[in-house]
């Protein structure tokens, strides 16, 4: 809430003098005659602190000023005039502290600026080693730094705070920081003064709120461990948990434990070594600090901050062990000890001659003073540290008291006369009676135990850590801001998470007891923090220390004291002391801040009117008139004690003068002195932000005690179950816990408001809690009413009622107080109001966001905030009281119309909305004795008849009126999934309302507001959930999605009882598009699933079937049988058959061209089928080589076929069988012999033959007729009838019945929707599939001709089409491959399919060509020339000069599409085919390539003028000489090898290319002038880089560029060069003609 950042800190325009007005006064004078002090500055004051002589104020802009009595530099400064101070110019200070002789400045970079008195180090300042280091005149920057860490790191500090001899410092990561001498500093360590800042491990891993130190003790406010979560705003569950069935059983137990707590093992007492150390800054007397002249414990001076004390220094040097019997020791029954301490034994020079009674005095005296003087008298003394301490900060005694309760010798009243024994009696026997009848061992009230048992984990200190991981430090995240200038809160305000402070809090307490100050009921020293259990669940939200007392302030306005209670500083007087106890406040007062000064304490409060109120309580002066009517009674009275004009009150007091001041943010006190900040009220803005923050802290106040009083003792009655029933205990239950949350949420706004006003000058209003966390009270607000209307409806008041009676009995009378005044109480409390009065809270909300917003002109950002806030708030506050009329109509109505038939419609989330009892409704043609009773709940519309109902709920309910006819109906027709009706009206007032509210009511339960349907408007299309009671496909099956007028429509769930689901789009009541299905299978006790396309409520299009058994199908369906192109796999759980079958389906069987892989019996079937048997021509081979084609019948190899074995053995004849030859035949042996006649048997077991061997002479020709029976091929189904069904289904796609069959628009819009959808429903596409989506949806022109200017982009467009599997060619893209690679990879790979593989890429680029024509009917046949875009001449000639003729062909545009990913089992294929040529290639390749190059050159005929002489390495010329290898040529070799990497017949073709060109490049030097190749000097030179290149399987590559190189340059350049390497591969195979 700090706007700092954009005023620099000196250079600013000071702020009207309406804001940060400062007025300080004296505490010891006369409430009456007390006279205000105003500083007059230029600037608005943001903070001022007071320490015990001195003060420092921080102004708008960063500038500190300081007055009263500077010790530190011998001066007197007047309040009148501060002095500022100049060396933290531009240091940009956002806070300040005083301490009690010295000062701390933070800067908003968390630096720490200290000055003033440094004997105990707490200035930070190292110790030079010279007297003049007890003061720091100047400030001077302290470097807080974690050595933890490495590199150790500068800690940033977002609080300060300043005692008397110690300092203390929160940084930005909620860690605490101390120096100075003391246990207060709570560190371990015993060598003071700790010069340097140390971190307090004892705190490590807690979450340090805010600090205060007073005269020797320290207080933090800590986050409690108790498991939160503060974005959900969970109420803690303290106290009111009880026995309620929502409560655990650990927490049941933990309530029972027994409370050992009040033993405090940190108690420390003086010993007899820490009495004799001392340090080096006690090693000179204070001659700066106490002139000549004065006492330790007078005033340096006459300023305006006098001591009030009279002691005299001698009398604190000659008792200085007295400090420490104040922290004694107890025995069990709460006597002290009786022996005495060594130190007291060992001192001989005391002024008392009996020490041991002296002890025991002292130790009575300082627990219980409070009440001995109220025994005695209010002129008794009171005890010696409490009378003393406030008097003597500055002491000289040494440093080691730091473990005693006191800081200094004795003054006051022992220094004037001696004590009494007489008094002490009446001490002792004061404490006796007080003490009567406990048994506790320490000085805690036994009262307290019950209290703090539940929170015993929360108090656990923290485990110190050390080293580099140790620290809290590295486990937890970056800090919050930095804290703003004037509130000690800042970090309360952040640390919650969610920006709201905190309410689970504990208070910490460390330093000298002995006053009871640290509130662990006993006077003993704390070394270390120690939990203050007894405040634990308090809901603390800021402490304060005074010099021997503290306060703590809760969220709920209460005070809570502790410590020294002399001058009445507590506000109470309750025993014992030492133990925090509530300050006595009127009725009405809701105290918001806090501050404790010397003797004194300072409360500012809520009174009856907006405007704040101060309550004062301590020590002040009676008023002259008063002194002088009993001076006279005081001169005649036996005085036991030096007389005292200072008197104290039981009870705060109010001061008059508050209302002078304006409207106070903020408080302070110091020394004896109070000092307020106050601002005017200008254009109401102070009073607005007053008002809401003293309203939200009254109604928090109201909300704890309706907790208290009511809810908590109701939740945890024992019968609060059978007296409110199953339903209502629940309903009770979760509105208690709403309730809570709501609690917890105004306690925070109310303390973060709290907060806003510490810091109103520098806090924007746009920061307010209101703005920025509006959707945390919408949602808690509603949830709220959603609760209490709901109990209300059930009935559960009248219980409640009476439950209250019993449980509460007596105490009705205490709820009173919780009725605001606008309800009206006449006898017991009317608990619905009472509950329904938080909902009044928001009207107070929009009403002062509204009076906030008219202090801003309406252009402003902050008008439209507050504008819009208040608009949220008062449409919540409408929207609530429209809930709670509702709720209240509703019970009525139950109330009316009970009995069992309408129980069982009661629901506690129902409301009625209208109701046709009287007749209003009824049913179209309805009989004449018929009785229809018409109900419209907030959530369904229910139709009675005599003991029946018919529930329709209203998210499944569509409206729509019927237009008046010449009948005179007033119609309203219902539609609902399963049924439909006609309401009839009886007038048309009664039609209107109650389609207005059967429209209002669908609306509302759909999401929307409610209010502005008009009649006959509702959503027609909307999301709902219904479950299916009527005959059909749905039967019992329950949806939730889309609906379109009564019928499921759009993307939906559907759940079926057995176990059948169905999610996916539907379209008019059936499933329509794609879905994902799980279908039981009960026999198999498995389910069957899918995924894929659904039309008119069946399986059809392409999907993926996975069958129980194992089976996997994946493609067409049709009317729910597989229909179409599929492939089915199986045997991946039942392994003894294992097979895959890819091809054409009909009506659930196979039917048509399909391949089917037997991997069990390692066979493969490539043919036609019918009914699910192989059934016409068809190939067969086997993982043993061997190769069959032929026909086949009902499955089985019959009729003529062709047999061929792995070693060439081939047989044609008749077969019966598989594998089974019976008849006539021909048996081709691999030697070429031949066996001719009869033959019978199965091939791998014999053949019986009957017929004629022949043997062929060596010099007969070849038999034609014969060599054609064993032609490859002759049963082969025709390539272009293979694979139909997959070029179909992408017609199919294309919105076409056949192929080329269909309107070209059509198809495009097929093509953009199914682009579209796979956008919308496919979230999980990367972000390449989404940009090639993306470019799709750029069509090229295809109505016009295609010229060599867009042919490119129809080429590319086709390219990312292609590499799309959801475009329908980049579908047919990927399954030819898939069919191709099931086909000839395995078993397939048999070198006799070559052809036959060959021929179907060939089949597929002729049917792809002419869908590619279909969708660009530009472009021209196959094989014709595209023509140029006309252009002028000149461009004309240019372009075909320098880009030649383009002749598109199938093979040139779409082979680069396929053959990429076909290319390995093709060329497998070739390899295998090309073997036996291959080894006698390679044999010579290599035997070849072991000559150097000139002697390879010579030996293939290459002439020697174009032999090289010179080779290049490295850039380095080196000649070539004889015996030089793979030298010559280089280049030329390197591009011809890349001939390997490419895949397709272009792209080898032009590496052959480039061979040519590098070759020509290298002889080109060697040769003068023009030079063309012959083919006598070129082919010689060209087969030197063959056999360089080393090509492995050449004869493959050169017939895969044979068989698809475009027929268009066969006769061209480049058909000339790859007849040359083809040539080349022939001479190297016949080596013996080289």
Not at 667 to 673: A, D, H, R
Not at 1336 to 1358: K, M, S
Not at 1383 to 1401: I, K, M
Request: glycine share 10%.
């Amino acid at each position: 809430m700090e706007n700092r950042e954009e005023r620099p800190a000196y250079e600013q325009v000071p702020t009207p003098p309406e804001r940060g007005l400062l007025h300080i006064w004296q505490s010891a004078g006369p409430i009456e005659e007390l006279s205000l002090g105003r500083v007059l500055l230029s600037r608005p004051v943001l903070q001022v602190t007071l320490g015990e002589h001195h003060g420092l104020l921080l102004t708008q802009g960063g500038q500190v000023y300081s007055f009263g009595e500077l010790l530190w530099r011998d001066l007197s400064i007047p309040l009148s005039a501060p002095v500022l101070e100049e060396s933290l110019l531009g240091k940009s200070v956002v806070r300040v502290a005083a301490g009690g002789f010295h000062c701390g400045a933070l800067s908003e970079q968390g630096n720490v600026y200290m000055w003033g008195e440094n004997t105990a180090g707490q200035c930070g300042q190292t110790e030079k080693g010279t007297v003049t280091n007890i003061t720091v005149s100047e400030p001077c920057l302290v470097s807080v730094v974690d050595s933890e860490v490495v590199p150790p790191v500068v800690v940033r500090v977002m609080d300060l705070a300043c005692g008397r001899e110690h300092s203390l410092a929160l940084s930005s990561q909620n860690e605490l920081w101390a120096w100075g001498s003391g246990c207060q500093l709570g560190l371990v360590t015993n060598n003071f003064p700790v010069w340097r800042p140390q971190k307090v491990e004892h705190l490590a891993g807690r979450h340090v709120i805010q600090v205060a130190c007073g005269a020797y003790h320290s207080l933090a406010l800590v986050r409690s461990l108790l498991p939160q979560n503060n974005n959900t705003l969970r109420p803690p569950e303290k106290k009111e948990r009880g026995q309620s069935p929502h409560s655990s059983v650990t927490e049941r137990e933990e309530s029972l434990t027994a409370d050992d707590a009040h033993y405090c093992p940190l108690g420390v007492e003086l010993s007899e070594v820490l009495i004799g150390e001392t340090t080096p800054r006690r090693r000179g007397p204070r001659r700066r600090l106490h002139p000549v002249g004065r006492s330790a414990g007078s005033s340096p001076g006459s300023g305006s901050f006098p001591y009030s004390g009279d002691g005299k220094s001698s009398t604190a040097q000659k008792l200085p062990e007295l400090d420490g019997h104040a922290d004694h020791l107890t025995q069990t029954d709460g006597r002290p000890v009786s022996h005495p301490l060594p130190c007291w034994g060992a001192n001989k020079n005391s002024a008392f001659p009996d020490e041991m009674e002296l002890q025991n005095i002292l130790q009575k005296l300082s627990g219980h003073s409070l009440e001995t003087q109220h025994i005695n008298g209010p002129g008794d003394t009171d005890s010696l540290s409490s009378h003393t301490s406030d008097d003597s900060c500055v002491s000289s005694t040494p440093s080691t008291d730091l473990l005693i309760s006191s800081n200094s010798g004795v003054s006051g009243p022992y220094s004037s006369s001696p004590v009494c024994l007489e008094e002490v009696r009446l001490c002792l026997e004061a404490e006796k009676k007080g003490l009567q009848g406990q048994k506790s061992s320490s000085l805690t009230n036994i009262h307290q135990k019950g209290k703090t048992a539940g929170n015993r984990r929360c108090s656990l200190p923290g485990t110190p850590t050390h080293g580099r991981n140790g620290s809290p430090r590295r486990r937890r995240p970056c800090p919050c801001k930095p804290s703003s200038a004037s509130r000690t809160q800042a970090a309360a305000s952040e640390d919650a998470g969610d920006g709201l402070p905190s309410l689970e809090t504990e208070v910490w307490s460390w330093g000298r007891g002995s006053e009871g100050q640290l509130g662990h009921g006993d006077q003993l020293a704390r070394l270390q923090p120690l939990c203050i259990k007894s405040l634990t669940g308090e809901e603390v939200i800021k402490v304060s220390a005074g010099s021997h007392h503290s306060l703590a302030l809760s969220a709920q306005c209460t005070v809570y004291s502790w410590g020294s209670n002399m001058c009445g500083q507590l506000g109470h007087v309750n025993s014992p002391v030492t133990v925090p106890q509530q300050a006595k406040l009127s009725d009405g007062l809701r105290i918001w801040d806090v501050s404790a000064g010397q003797s004194h304490s300072l409360l500012l409060a809520d009174g009856d009117c907006v405007q704040p109120i101060l309550l004062y309580c301590g020590q002040h002066q009676e008023s002259l008139s008063a002194r002088r009517e009993t001076s006279h009674q005081s001169q005649r009275s036996c005085q036991r004690s030096p007389s005292r004009a200072e008197i104290y009150s039981v009870r705060p007091t109010l001061l008059p003068l508050c209302m002078e001041m304006g409207y106070i943010s903020s408080v302070s006190c110091g020394g004896q002195s109070c000092a307020v900040l106050a601002d005017q009220n200008v254009m109401g803005f102070i009073s607005a932000i007053h008002e809401l923050a003293s309203r939200e802290r009254h109604f928090y106040c109201w909300l704890s005690n309706t907790r208290k009083l009511l809810l908590t003792p109701l939740r945890n009655r024992e019968g609060a179950c059978p007296t409110l029933g199953e339903p209502c205990t629940h309903l009770f239950f979760s509105l208690c816990e709403s309730f809570v949350r709501l609690s917890i949420l105004i306690g925070r706004h109310a303390t973060s408001l709290s907060y806003f006003l510490h810091d109103v000058q520098g806090a924007d209003v746009k920061s307010l809690p209101l703005l920025t966390h509006t959707d945390d009270f919408l949602v808690i607000y509603k949830e709220y009413c959603f609760a209490l209307g709901n109990f209300h409806v059930m009935g559960g008041f009248q219980s409640l009622h009476k439950l209250s009676l019993e449980v509460l009995g007596s105490q009705q009378s205490l709820l009173a107080r919780l009725c605001v005044p606008d309800q009206s109480v006449s006898g017991d409390t009317d608990l619905v109001s009472l509950l329904y009065w938080p909902l009044q809270q928001l009207h107070q909300y929009s009403r002062v966001l509204l009076k906030l917003g008219s202090c801003y002109d309406v252009l402003t950002e902050e008008y439209q905030c507050l504008h819009q806030g208040c608009r949220h708030y008062e449409s919540l506050s409408l929207s609530l009281l429209r809930r709670k009329k509702e709720a209240e109509t509703t019970f009525l109505f139950w109330k009316s119309h009970s009995g069992k038939n309408t129980e069982v419609l009661r629901l506690p989330q129902r409301r009625v909305v209208c109701e046709s009892s009287n007749r209003s409704l009824t049913l179209q043609k309805a009989g004449r004795f018929s009785n229809h009773w018409f109900i419209l709940f907030n959530d369904a519309l229910v139709h009675t008849q005599f003991s029946t109902h018919h529930v329709y709920p209203l998210t499944c309910l569509w409206v729509k009126p019927v237009t008046e006819d010449t009948r005179g109906l007033y119609a309203i027709k219902i539609t609902c999934p399963e049924e439909s009706f006609t309401l009839v009206a009886s007038t048309p007032q009664e039609k209107n309302k109650w389609l207005r509210s059967l429209n209002q009511a669908v609306d509302q339960v759909l999401g929307g507001g409610g209010q502005g349907s008009s009649p006959g408007v509702t959503a027609i299309s909307r999301t709902a959930t219904y479950t299916f009671t009527g005959e059909g496909s749905f039967k019992d099956a329950h949806y939730t999605g889309g609906w379109l007028a009564g019928r499921v429509h759009g993307r939906g769930t559907m759940k079926w009882p057995d176990g059948q689901t169905y999610t996916g789009n539907f379209k008019n009541g059936l499933e329509d598009g794609y879905g994902e299905s799980v279908m039981p299978n009960k026999v198999l006790n498995k389910p069957d699933g899918y995924q894929g396309q659904w039309r008119d409520g069946k399986i059809q299009g392409f999907g993926k079937y996975k069958y129980a058994s194992g089976q996997v199908y994946e493609g067409c369906f049709y009317e729910g049988q597989r229909q179409g192109y599929g492939m089915l796999s199986s045997g991946k759980q039942a392994r003894t058959s294992s097979s895959v079958f890819i091809g054409q389906w009909v009506q659930d069987r196979k039917t048509g061209y399909g391949v089917y892989d037997d991997i069990t019996r390692g066979e493969k079937y490539m043919g036609m089928w019918l009914d699910d048997q192989r059934n016409g021509q068809a190939v067969v081979v086997t993982q043993y080589g061997m190769y069959y084609e032929g026909t086949f019948k009902e499955n089985k190899m019959i009729g003529p076929g062709l047999l061929v074995s792995d070693d060439d053995t081939a047989f044609h004849g008749e077969f019966a069988d598989d594998w089974t030859v019976n008849g006539k035949g021909v048996l081709s042996l691999a030697n070429g012999d031949c066996l001719e006649g009869l033959f019978g048997g199965e091939w791998s077991t014999g053949l019986k033959v009957v017929g004629t061997y022949t043997k062929p002479a060596a010099d007969e020709p070849d038999n034609k007729e014969r060599n054609s029976l064993f032609r490859l091929g002759q049963y082969l189904v025709p390539s272009a009838q293979r694979w139909g069904c997959v070029f179909t289904e992408c017609w199919s796609r294309l919105g076409c019945a056949a192929a080329g069959r269909g309107e070209r628009t059509i198809a495009w819009e097929n093509i953009a929707v199914t682009i579209t959808t796979a956008q919308r429903h496919s979230p999980n596409l990367s972000r390449s599939q989404s940009k090639a989506l993306e470019s799709l949806e750029f069509i090229p022109q295809q109505g016009e001709a295609v010229t060599t200017a867009n042919f490119d982009n129809i080429r590319r467009y086709l390219i990312k089409a292609c590499e799309t599997p959801i475009h329908p060619l980049g579908w047919l893209v990927e399954t030819l491959i898939t069919v191709y690679r099931m086909t000839y990879v395995g078993v397939g790979s048999n070198r006799r399919l070559l052809r036959q593989a060959v021929q179907e890429v060939q089949a597929y680029l002729t049917h792809f060509f002419s869908l590619v024509r279909f969708l660009f009917p530009g472009l021209p046949d196959d094989g014709c020339i595209i023509p140029d875009p006309p252009a002028s001449p000149s461009k004309s000639r240019h372009n075909s000069n320098t880009e030649g003729v383009v002749v598109v062909s199938c093979s040139s545009l779409l082979l680069p599409l396929l053959l990429p990913r076909l290319y390995p089992p093709l060329f497998t294929l070739y390899s295998l085919q090309e073997e036996p040529e291959e080894a006698q290639y390679w044999e010579r390749i290599i035997r070849l390539n072991k000559q150097p190059d000139q002697s390879l050159l010579s030996f293939l005929g290459v002439q020697e003028k174009f032999w090289p002489v010179w080779m290049s390495i490295l850039g380095e010329k080196k000649q070539i000489v004889s015996s030089s290898k793979d030298a010559c040529f280089v280049s030329a070799v390197e591009t011809l090898q890349q001939i390997s990497t490419t895949f397709t017949p272009s792209d080898k073709l032009l590496v052959i290319q480039k061979t040519f060109e590098e070759l020509t490049q290298e002889v080109k030097p060697m040769l003068e002038g023009n030079f063309l190749w012959c083919m006598d000097d070129l082919l010689p030179l060209f087969l030197y880089v063959v056999l360089r290149a080393r090509i492995r399987n050449l004869g493959a590559e050169v017939s895969l560029i044979e068989d698809l190189m475009d027929p268009n340059v066969q006769h061209g350049e480049m058909g000339l060069m790859f007849t040359t390497l083809k040539a080349c591969y022939i001479q190297i195979q016949h080596e013996s003609t080289l």
